[in-house]
Nanobody, 123 residues
Framework: QVQLVESGGGLVQAGGSLRLSCAAS????????IAWFRQAPGKEREFVVS????????YYQNSVKGRFTISRDDANNTVYLQMNSLKPEDTANYYC????????????????WGQGTQVTVSS
């Protein structure tokens, strides 16, 4: 089992950057694939990006390609989401999620979730 804690959210102007962190507990973090999802007010939660357990496979939602970068540091049990060129439409609560096994993009495949961190991008 793994527990996830997100951090790094905040208020930023359009065009700015933030780096989110997802810190995980557990000694087998390296066997988990991790994803970021987000949920804006009044909208359903949506997939943003995922990274496989080896760190070599990643998959991005089209709207964030070229602006967001996911990476993982297994020595510190942490996954990072670097977000650049932020837009007001990126405003949402961002969640990290974990699953044992291969990379995935569907939230029902992820068994473990953090509490979320709020990102607000002002225009």
């Amino acid at each position: 089992q793994v527990q996830l804690v997100e951090s790094g959210g905040g208020l930023v102007q359009a065009g700015g950057s933030l780096r989110l962190s997802c810190a995980a507990s557990g000694r087998t973090f390296g066997t988990y694939s991790i994803a970021w999802f987000r949920q804006a007010p009044g909208k359903e939660r949506e997939f943003v990006v995922s990274i496989g357990w080896s760190g070599t496979s990643t998959y991005y939602q089209n709207s964030v390609k070229g602006r967001f970068t996911i990476s993982r540091d297994d020595a510190n049990n942490t996954v990072y989401l670097q977000m650049n060129s932020l837009k007001p439409e990126d405003t949402a609560n961002y969640y990290c999620a974990a699953r044992q096994g291969g990379i995935a993009i569907y939230e029902q495949l992820f068994a473990y979730w953090g509490q979320g961190t709020q990102v607000t991008v002002s225009s």
